[in-house]
Structure formats: C-alpha cells, structure tokens
C-alpha cells in the first residue's frame, strides 16, 4: 500500500510516498515535479529499510547505576521513574535551571521544539538550548532584523540564480532539482564557494572565494552595485530606510571590488562581472547555507547578503525572495510559567535569544560554559535529544570534559551515539516513518504537509512527542499535558490557522493556511519596527552593534587561530555534508557505509607535492586544540592553501574527528557562534 507523508531524515522534508506491506516499510520515493529519468536520488531514502529495521537500534530503553557500570535494558516505567527521580534530585537541591535541554536537528524544528519548551517550562528551566549558533537561526536573525522574516528563494522561476555556501544537491534534493530545471530554461547560475561542487561545475559564474570571508564579498557586490546605479530606485526610495548610510558604508575604497579582491583569492573582474549579473537580471534569488551559518562573521554577512536581495528588488516577487507567511499557530510554550528572575545560561546573548517568539535560545556553547566554568551558573543535569554534541560541537574535548563533569544525563535517540556512552539513561526514539509530526517547514510558510505515521512503533521505541509527553507526566507535570495522542496536540496548535490532522490527512500534498501572494510589502509593510526594509536598524546601534554591515570594517582575518598563521599556515575547512549521511547519523548503516566507507582529508597536488604528500597516504592534521588522523586525497577540488577535512566521522573514531580542531572561544558578539567552518592548520604525513 502507498502511503503519502514526510521524509526527515535530514532537514530537508522532502514530501515522499512509502511502500508499506503488513505494517513493514518496504521502500520510499521521493516525490517532485519532474519526470522520474530527471530526479536526483536520495540515498538515505534509498536506504530508509535498512535504517528502520537496523540490527544497531537502541529498541528497549537502558540505565545504568553508575556512569563506568554497563547499561541493561529497563521497561519503559522503570527507565522514567528513574529519570524523574534524577532531575526531581537536582531541582530540589540546586534550583530547577540546573537542569537544561539540549536539541540537534535530527527530530526537526517543529513541535518537538514546542514540546520540549513547554515541558521544561512547566518544570521550571529556561534553557532550552538548540543548535541553531552554527545552523540556521543565526541566519535567521539576520534576515529578521533586514526585513522581518527568512526568506525562501523561487528557484523553479528565477532567471538568475545566486548559491552562497550551500550544495542542495547533497542536502535539499528539491531545490536543487529547482535550480536545474532553471538553468535548463535558460537562468544564470552564480555559485560562492571556495570548493568545487555539484553547481560550480554548471555556474556561469564561480567565485572560488577565501573561506570565512563571505562578508567582505558581499560588500564588494554592494559597492558596484551601488557605484553603477544597479539598484532598484524606485524600491528603495519606498520601502527602505538607511539606503544613505549604506552608500557611505559601501561605496569606501576598502569594499572596492579592486582593493578587496587579493584578500579574497578572487579576480577583481569576475568580483564585478557577477555583481552586475545579479542586479541587472530579474528576477533573481539567493540560496544562502550553512557556508555562512558556521563562520564568525555569520550575522553582518548574512545581513549583507540580504541587503543585496533588498536594494535589487528581488524581495517578494516571483522568481526572487519571497517573504515567507507563517501559519497562525498557538504558542503551546508556556513561558508565561517561568520566574522573570531567572535568567537563562545564554544571557549573554540577549538580542539573539528575544529576535523571534518562539524560537528561544541557541547560543550553544554557553551550555559548555556552565557545565566546566559554572558561568552565569551551573547545569548539573542535561537531556539531549536528537543531537550529537560530543562529535558535533566545537572542540569536542571540552564537550568530553563537560559530558563527563554532568551529574546525570539523558539522550534520546535512535542509536547509542558518541553522546550516549556518557549518558545514565538511553531512551529509545523512533524514526520519522514511526511518528506523526507538525514539521518546521510547513509550521513556517503558508503550506502544511502532515509528517503521517505510516509504519508502527519498531520494538519498545517510542515517537519523541511521546517521551516528552510521558516524562512530563513522571515529573508530576501532566496536567501540562492534557492531550491523549499527538493529534490532539497538533490540533490545537494549529486551531488559529483553521486547519486540522484530519484535514491535512484528506490531502496528503499539504494545504495552504493562507493563500500565497506576493509584494505583500506594498499593503502590508514589513515586519520589522520601521515598517521598511532596515538597511540601518537602530535596534543594533542601541545594542552597540554596527547599525550597517561592516560599518566599522571587515575584520582583518576572521578565521581561527589567525594569529599563529606562521605555526599553521594552511586553512582547514569542514568538509562537504555528503548525501550518505546527515552530520553524525547512519553511519551505523551498512547499505550507506558501502557508498562511502572512509574519510578523506583532501588537499590540492601543489600543496601535496610541497609537503611530499601522496593520496592514500595516512596524515596528521593539527590546531592549537588538537588533532586528527585519516587518509589524504590529493585533489583540486580545493585551491592551494585549504585542506578540507571530511564532517561527521567522529562518531565512528574519535581520531576522525573534525571538531578535535575547531575553535570554541572565540564567538560572533551578536549569536556566540564559534568558527567551526574555517581555522588555520598544518598536516604532515603520519609517523609509524
């Protein structure tokens, strides 16, 4: 039987039909608007049987009575009971926000998010931590603090197309197929990136740029736009304010596109041939990722960016960047329940915790700072649920230090990850074809597909809303939760939008909570405190931040370890988000394992030959915070200088990995994002 629901096996959600006989998941596709001889193939969908049906899933919860004894599986009773007794203990004793939360990507955006918020709410915690410092959200702010709201880039009908740190066809298969059908019809692809991908390959334009430097590149664009009167006039007289102050800004000799391009490793020419590109050809749009997500400079380069769609008149039309219209939906948070006194352990990031309602914390790394340095103050007890923080989060012996220092921890997931051999209770979660789920996607933009369960519950797992749902009830805080099933839960939710579960099971292609239209701007402003578009936003200067990208100038190096570049002189990069896997998931998986069973530090033939590397050749690669040991391929994927390092691999060997070398204590002032896409390095060949 053909069941119609939502893949999130990794963020993209991409809308799919599964095949399921007696109750078992036999395959999956991929649905898209093009013939099946044009589609791109996912291979985690490929896949999805042997990752619900995996010999290596946690099935049964486990506990364990003593951080060094061996964990024995428990029934579902006993492993909550004992959970609420834990973090009950650490409440009584230090105050309830030494207990924190912490959420990776792997169960989606949606209402996990709500539910994991609501319950630690209830239970008296303000920290509830995402990851969203190094992905998404801190770009996020920037586009909200521009014009109120991320944008989504129309692909499918642009005539010129801008990819800026990002390679959809390893990561989002539906916009990627969405740039190709463009390019075929005729549109101008222009790629930023400093290694060659799927795109540069089919770019008009590419701009091999210096990785972390994506600001300055943007400002170069601003300035020869601006020089040569390639603006939208019309639109920045109406629905702009700052429009002065950015002139001032960008038309200075340091953003000349001439002045800049040796800082850049780019050809002054091609900086001005792209810019012109972009601003004369309409409409056009700009598919920005976690290339800019992950560098100190996230939020004024992301800014920059944005004001790039602004003053071209791309913003809200067909084919550019539309103003997304989220769907009305009832905040289920409850922070009306928390003290006003307590303040969370991300206070230091005040504008980024307060830029959207319910977005709420995700300045990370504070969690590692309370956890060692008890700074503003201590956590004592954690829950992880669908992250990885000891492989994922920058400078992974730090996490180590931390995971190990907690009083007692909790993960949920579907594997016993990295994370988890530090963990006290394992609790066993379900994969996306388990569970019915209100997804970040169609919570954030007019249509809404339903996440449907199509399969059962495989063992003793239990979807996440159910866990959550059953420790509130543990913890003596179910009246919190009143809802028997999920779909009560996202029915209310979504009550103000007029939409329900059995509606949108009616129609399993989504249904729109409000039509959409474009140039909405025009009766309705934009959601920001001018009502314009803020190229200078007052909100950023009163907080002592530039009130205009780079007001002050481009830093000098914003890479780590810059000031040892005589010690490090290489610039190591994290490598690409291969489609096998999604960060440090299913790896476990043998079927993905055969595709891709080893990492590769890659590194240019000149580099190699000066260093007398060959490929195949085991290689250390060293930081001032560590080291990492795997094989070397000698490549021009990247230029001379970068050696990227392949992501994700410290699951399976800690040796592989990557953030053994990144840098955690230098962060952006605005997110405390930390530098976990660029730092200098050396490599030398392995001594045995």
Not at 22 to 51: M, T, Y
Not at 265 to 281: H, Q
Not at 474 to 495: H, N
């Amino acid at each position: 039987m053909i069941h119609y629901t939502v893949c999130r096996l990794c963020s993209a959600c991409c809308p799919i039909e599964a095949i399921v006989e007696k109750g078992k998941l036999i395959s999956a596709e991929r649905l898209s608007f093009l013939l099946p001889n044009k589609r791109l193939v996912c291979p985690k969908l490929k896949a999805a049987p042997d990752i619900v049906y995996s010999k290596d899933r946690i099935l049964k919860p486990l506990i364990r009575k003593g951080r060094h004894s061996e964990f024995r599986e428990s029934s579902w009773e006993e492993a909550l009971s004992f959970v609420a007794e834990h973090l009950q203990k650490i409440k009584d004793f230090y105050g309830a926000p030494s207990v924190a939360w912490l959420r990776g990507m792997a169960a989606d955006w949606g209402a996990p998010w709500d539910y994991a918020n609501r319950l630690m709410s209830a239970f008296g915690s303000p920290n509830v931590i995402g990851n969203g410092s190094v992905c998404h959200v801190a770009r996020e702010m920037a586009h909200v603090y521009t014009y109120g709201v991320l944008t989504a880039p129309m692909a499918k009908d642009a005539k010129c197309i801008v990819i800026w740190g990002k390679n959809d066809k390893n990561t989002a298969p539906g916009m990627a197929e969405a740039i190709l059908f463009a390019k075929e019809r005729g549109a101008k692809l222009i790629v930023v990136d400093p290694v060659r991908t799927f795109f540069t390959k089919r770019a008009d334009i590419w701009l091999q740029i210096r990785p972390g430097h994506d600001g300055l590149l943007a400002m170069a664009f601003l300035h020869e736009i601006i020089k040569n009167g390639l603006y939208d006039r019309s639109f920045v007289e109406k629905y702009t304010l700052g429009f002065d102050k950015l002139c001032q800004v960008a038309l200075n000799d340091r953003y000349d596109p001439d002045r800049v391009a040796e800082t850049l490793w780019l050809n002054p020419e091609l900086i001005k041939e792209a810019a012109r590109l972009y601003a004369s050809t309409k409409p056009a749009c700009i598919i920005d990722g976690n290339g800019l997500d992950m560098q100190l400079e996230v939020f004024q380069a992301t800014r920059a960016v944005a004001l790039l769609r602004s003053i071209t008149g791309n913003l809200d039309v067909p084919g550019g960047d539309f103003i997304t219209q989220p769907v009305p939906l009832k905040n289920i948070q409850l922070k009306e329940l928390l003290s006003p006194d307590i303040q969370p352990i991300t206070s230091s990031y005040p504008l980024f915790n307060s830029f959207h309602p319910t977005w709420g914390l995700h300045a990370q790394s504070s969690l590692i700072d309370a956890i060692l340095e008890e700074d503003p103050y201590a956590i004592r007890g954690l829950i992880v649920q669908s992250g990885n923080p000891a492989v994922t989060m920058t400078e992974a012996h730090r996490v180590s230090m931390a995971l190990e220092r907690l009083e007692f921890l909790v993960v949920i997931d579907l594997f016993k990850n990295r994370t988890a051999h530090f963990a006290d209770v394992i609790l066993p979660a379900t994969t996306c074809f388990e569970k019915t789920q209100l997804n970040r996607v169609s919570m954030r933009n007019s249509l809404v597909v339903l996440q449907n369960q199509v399969i059962p519950w495989v063992g003793d797992s239990r979807p996440d809303w159910k866990i959550t749902f059953d420790m509130a009830h543990y913890l003596g805080l179910g009246r919190y939760f009143p809802w028997k099933t999920v779909e009560e839960a996202i029915d209310e939710q979504l009550e103000p939008s007029g939409l329900s579960v059995e509606k949108l099971r009616e129609h399993p292609q989504g249904l729109y909570a409000s039509p959409l239209t474009y140039e909405k701007y025009r009766t309705n402003g934009f959601s920001t405190p001018s009502g314009k578009v803020e190229i200078f936003s007052e909100r950023l200067e009163l907080a002592g931040h530039d009130p205009v990208p780079y007001m002050r100038g481009f830093p000098e190096d914003p890479v780590s370890f810059s000031d040892l570049r005589d010690q490090y002189p290489l610039l190591g990069i994290s490598g690409e988000r291969r489609n096998c896997y999604t960060h440090t998931q299913f790896f476990q998986i043998e079927a993905l394992r055969k595709l891709e069973p080893e990492p590769f530090v890659e590194i240019h033939p000149e580099e190699a030959t000066s260093i007398g590397i060959n490929t195949g050749d085991r290689v250390v690669i060293r930081t001032p915070r560590g080291e990492v040991r795997m094989r070397a391929r000698v490549s021009d994927i990247v230029p001379r200088k970068v050696v990227r390092i392949p992501w994700g691999w410290g699951e399976l060997d800690p040796r592989w990995s990557l953030n053994n070398l990144t840098d955690d204590r230098k962060r952006n002032s605005i997110t405390g994002t930390p530098s976990s896409r660029s730092f200098y390095c050396r490599i030398e060949r392995e001594r045995i």
